[in-house]
């Protein structure tokens, strides 16, 4: 089955705590991005990675790392996290359709992070 | 940056009324999703529409892509309980470097009360 995996669901952290969400896609995708959403904000791109080594900042970058040493994992990286950066977060796979005049767009399920 | 503003924020209908969802931006789009949100899941995808005046039909909810490719809408006629959640709309702009990027309006929280 084509889906994109997170781990974890669900993390409650303390400020300063380093911490790692994982991303897979297991359709060869290239494009990968990482969002968060807020409340009244919709989604906000923080990174994407166009592919295998190649990465690059988003809208809300501040705080955040990411790396693509394959191309089906995508991790996002806390290295200092602090409260807010509570948000609930998408790791996105773009499959390239031009033919269709759009790409195709595959969510994972989410990952609530809490920062106390 | 390209910007999408989605209004309104919230709405709060009774059973069986008509509702629409307005998607603006001064930036042309190549093409404009509508997603729907349920709590504690992804987004999923509604609808696609590419062509500029393109008009979409899914039931009971119809979307429109203005004819100048930077506005949408979301109509849904007599709502049902069924209904209520999140809907977002995101454009995308398919050329070039910036490909596979959306970019979401602010998200409309419909309640259809029975």
């Known amino acids: 089955e084509a889906q994109v995996t997170q781990n974890p669901r669900y993390l409650i952290t303390v400020t300063g705590k380093k911490l790692t969400v994982t991303c897979s896609q297991n359709?060869?995708?290239?494009?990968m991005s990482w969002y968060r959403q807020d409340p009244g904000l919709g989604l906000r791109q923080i990174y994407y990675?166009?592919?295998?080594?190649?990465?690059d900042k988003g809208d809300v970058p501040e705080g955040y790392k990411v790396s693509r040493k394959e191309k089906r994992n995508f991790p996002l990286i806390l290295e200092s996290p602090s409260p807010n950066q509570t948000s609930l977060y998408f790791c996105?796979?773009?499959?390239?359709?031009?033919?269709?005049?759009?790409?195709?767009?595959?969510f994972g399920p989410g990952t609530r992070l809490t920062v106390l | 940056t390209q910007l999408l503003e989605q209004s309104p924020q919230f709405l709060s209908i009774q059973e069986g009324e008509n509702l629409t969802v307005y998607c603006n931006s001064s930036?042309?789009?190549?093409?404009l999703q509508w997603y729907r949100q349920e709590p504690g899941e992804g987004p999923v995808l509604l609808v696609t529409?590419?062509?500029?005046?393109e008009v979409k039909k899914l039931k009971r909810l119809t979307f429109q892509f203005g004819d100048a490719r930077k506005d949408s809408s979301l109509h849904i006629t007599a709502a049902q309980p069924g209904d209520t959640g999140l809907y977002l709309c995101?454009?995308?702009?398919?050329?070039?470097?910036?490909?596979?990027?959306?970019?979401f309006g602010q998200g409309t929280i419909l309640t259809v009360h029975p």
């Open positions: 996105a796979s773009t499959k390239r359709t031009p033919v269709l005049g759009y790409n195709e767009q595959f």
């Open positions: 359709m060869n995708h290239e494009y």
């Open positions: 990675s166009m592919n295998v080594e190649v990465t």
């Open positions: 930036s042309v789009f190549s093409s």
């Open positions: 529409v590419v062509t500029g005046g």
């Open positions: 995101a454009g995308e702009d398919a050329g070039g470097t910036s490909y596979g990027k959306l970019t």
